[in-house]
């Protein structure tokens, strides 16, 4: 079992930075693919970016691509997410979410542990 909380989401103006934790506990993270995932009001939740165990491959969603960054520190079980250049249409929850496959994929069904969700809000 793994427990994960997020923290670090707020209200920016478009153009801004934000930087999102999430935090585990009960298991080492170093057994977990990782991915942040998010959904805007009235539409589904989607894939944003993932990490793999050792942090040596990452992916993307092509909107956030450039801005923002996915890192681990597995010695700290955490996870980041830095948002950078931020824009209105990136305003959602933001989960994160454990796999336990090898193979990690933008696949929402893949992740067993799901963080409770950040709100971030970007102003135009």
């Known amino acids: 079992q793994v427990q994960l909380v997020e923290s670090g989401g707020g209200l920016v103006q478009a153009g801004g930075s934000l930087r999102l934790s999430c935090a585990a506990s009960g298991r080492t993270l170093s057994t977990y693919g990782m991915g942040w995932f998010r959904q805007a009001p009235g539409k589904e939740r989607e894939f944003v970016a993932l990490?793999?165990?050792?942090?040596?491959?990452?992916s993307y969603i092509d909107s956030v691509k450039g801005r923002f960054t996915i890192s681990r520190d597995n010695a700290k079980n955490t996870v980041t997410l830095q948002m950078n250049s931020l824009k209105p249409e990136d305003t959602a929850v933001y989960y994160c979410?454990?796999?336990?496959?090898?193979?990690?994929?933008?696949?929402?069904?893949?992740?067993?542990?799901w963080g409770q969700g950040t709100q971030v809000t970007v102003s135009s």
């Open positions: 990490i793999s165990r050792s942090g040596s491959s990452t």
């Open positions: 979410a454990a796999t336990p496959r090898l193979t990690i994929r933008p696949n929402e069904n893949d992740y067993t542990y």
